[in-house]
């Protein structure tokens, strides 16, 4: 990704803050298997193609409460893009293909 956000290892949330450019993770050693890890990796690296700097999503521009429609709209991309990554990584498992389907359901 050319001009990817900072990506930092602070505590135990997965977060993309848009302001700062910022994505955190936690640490690998935090998630039972190493796909998991970057399943999550891949849903926030798809909210930071949003920052202005990038495709401009207003989406992830503008703030939004929990469960709005901009907000649920922001995390199907999320989700969906992330879907398409861990198949392009080999990510193919049941285990991160569940989550993410209990995810775009919900």
């Known amino acids: 990704m050319p ?3 900072k990506i930092g290892h602070y ?3 997965a977060y993309y803050y848009p302001v700062k450019d910022y994505l955190n993770m936690p640490k ?3 998630f039972r298997r190493a796909e998991l890890y970057y399943s999550v990796l891949f849903h926030e690296l798809i909210h930071s193609t949003g920052h202005s700097s990038r495709l401009n999503r207003p989406e992830i521009q503008e703030t939004a ?3 709005s429609n901009t907000y649920s709209q922001e995390e199907l ?3 969906i893009g ?3 990554l861990n198949c392009q990584a080999g990510i193919l498992n049941t ?3 569940e989550d993410s ?3 775009i359901q919900g």
Do not use: D, Q
Request: net charge negative; no cysteine; glycine share 12%.
């Open 11 to 13: 505590g135990g949330e």
């Open 82 to 84: 992330a879907s398409f």
């Open 77 to 79: 991309t999320a989700e």
């Open 65 to 67: 409460a929990f469960g």
């Open 101 to 103: 389907a209990a995810y």
């Open 28 to 30: 690998l050693r935090f």
């Open 95 to 97: 285990l991160t293909f």
């Open 3 to 5: 001009n990817p956000p």
